[in-house]
């Protein structure tokens, strides 16, 4: 197959849920041959957590469609350019002083992909409906799990697993993961770029049932947003995915 052949079906979803304002931000912007997909999940209050998510969205894709390009070089500029505006954005404005955000962001081209992510929101890689891998989170409760004190799994109920510990904007530098050398993308790989509002009331087991009875990325997320709903609890965060499925 070559890879021209790649095509990419996303969908997404992004929902206040229990809260009064919705401050995840997702968004995507195809290319010929891929494209770039941005999920930010906004920290620092009302209005300002919501103000840094959508100044990082828009930032990574408008520095993609100047530049569209698969490589770790890429990558770095773009999340640096988002950073960058969310400080100038910051400067002189006390009501956003604190604002931030966390990001996930996953970039397409000629047949690969490579991805990055600053605190908790996630990308889970499926390949033929299994979990090939995912981020692992800048939180006080991952570390704690590096550390050997928990189980991955108790991430999802820790009492700080809101403790992030990586922003895209924070720090004297980008202090971003990337993903490393870029993978080759095959026909039935998926992925899922989530904040944690989603991750935390579906588990790793939940996103491969729905992506094997799915036939499109859109039905995989209403799967997925099924499971959410039957146990999201009063007052619950807001929840927020892109889901990526490529394809012949």
Not at 191 to 200: I, N
């Given at each position: 197959m070559s890879e021209s052949a790649l095509a990419f079906d996303t969908a997404i979803l992004s929902s206040q849920g229990g809260r009064e304002a919705n401050q995840d931000e997702a968004r995507h912007l195809p290319s010929p041959d891929g494209g770039c997909w941005v999920l930010c999940d906004g920290l620092g209050g009302y209005g300002g957590g919501e103000t840094a998510a959508r100044i990082g969205v828009n930032s990574i894709l408008q520095s993609f469609a100047l530049h569209?390009?698969?490589?770790?070089?890429?990558?770095?500029?773009?999340?640096?350019?988002?950073?960058?505006?969310?400080?100038?954005?910051?400067?002189?404005?006390p009501h956003l002083s604190a604002m931030d955000s966390t990001v996930v962001v996953l970039v397409a081209s000629g047949g690969r992909a490579l991805w990055a992510h600053a605190g908790d929101s996630r990308l889970y890689w499926f390949r033929s409906a299994r979990l090939e891998t995912q981020t692992r989170d800048h939180s006080l409760p991952q570390a704690l799990v590096g550390a050997g004190k928990i189980s991955p799994r108790e991430i999802r109920f820790h009492e700080d697993r809101n403790k992030v510990l990586r922003t895209l904007a924070g720090g004297e530098t980008l202090r971003a993961d990337l993903s490393g050398e870029a993978i080759h993308?095959?026909?039935?790989?998926?992925?899922?770029?989530?904040?944690?509002?989603?991750?935390?009331?579906?588990d790793e087991t939940e996103m491969e049932v729905e992506l094997a009875r799915s036939t499109s990325a859109e039905a995989w997320l209403k799967g997925l947003e099924t499971c959410?709903?039957?146990?999201?609890f009063s007052g619950h965060d807001n929840y927020s995915a892109i889901a990526v499925r490529v394809n012949e």
């Open positions: 569209a390009e698969c490589s770790e070089s890429a990558l770095r500029m773009y999340l640096e350019s988002a950073r960058q505006a969310i400080l100038a954005e910051r400067a002189g404005k993308l095959k026909s039935g790989d998926a992925f899922l770029l989530a904040s944690d509002g989603l991750w935390e009331l579906v959410l709903r039957a146990r999201a």
